[in-house]
């Protein structure tokens, strides 16, 4: 089993030029009623329609390039920028707090005080970063399908070209989310 990740990603190797990989993934966006997306060579994303997208959908960043064999597409789910920009933020307002909090609680403990700030708040900063990756975690599995929707997409638009005609997990070289690249 993988280890859980923000922003999941995979890669394929296809058996095209990255000029008809990229070609392929563009004319299923057009002719999808389901996903959105824009391509500009090496690179290309697929989202949600604008009707269906919610705070947690998802959207495909790809990555194409030229390699001995064919095309490498590195591929990541992500979350809307906006979304990603507030999930940010988020996280460095916890650092600053346990930051400040750290230099708080020492120099008091230099003065001979207690550090109240160790022993109340460092558990609260730590308890809101397991909410934060939770919540994270949370959003991603409520986007699960869509993400999957994204996924069959890609795989439809690369029918034909040396991975159409197998699950995607089952082909060397293919690292399933969460794996490293």
């Known amino acids: 089993m993988s280890q859980p990740s923000i922003r999941p990603r995979f890669q394929l190797l296809v058996d095209a030029p990255c000029a008809d990989v990229l070609e392929r993934i563009e004319a ?3 002719q999808s009623d389901v996903t959105r997306g824009w391509v500009s060579s090496p690179y290309a994303e697929l989202r949600v329609r604008a009707e269906d997208r919610q705070l947690w959908s998802p959207r495909m960043s790809i ?16 979350p809307e920028p906006d979304v990603w920009t507030a999930y940010v933020a988020m996280w460095s307002v ?3 707090a346990a930051l400040g909090g750290l230099v708080f609680g020492a120099s008091r403990w230099v ?8 022993v109340v ?8 970063c397991v909410v934060l990756y939770a919540t994270a975690l949370a959003g991603q599995r409520r986007g699960a399908p869509q993400m999957g929707q994204l ?19 089952d082909r060397p070289g ?3 989310f969460g794996a490293p690249l």
Do not use: K, N
């Open 151 to 169: 996924q069959r997409e890609l795989y439809d638009a690369l029918r034909g070209l040396g991975i159409g005609d197998e699950p995607l997990d």
């Open 63 to 78: 990555h194409a390039e030229e390699v001995e064999g064919g095309t490498l597409l590195l591929c990541r789910m992500q």
């Open 111 to 118: 003065m001979g005080s207690l550090p109240w700030w160790v």
């Open 121 to 128: 708040g460092a558990p609260a900063v730590g308890l809101l």
């Open 94 to 96: 916890l650092g600053a």
């Open 28 to 30: 299923r966006i057009e």
């Open 174 to 176: 293919v690292q399933g």
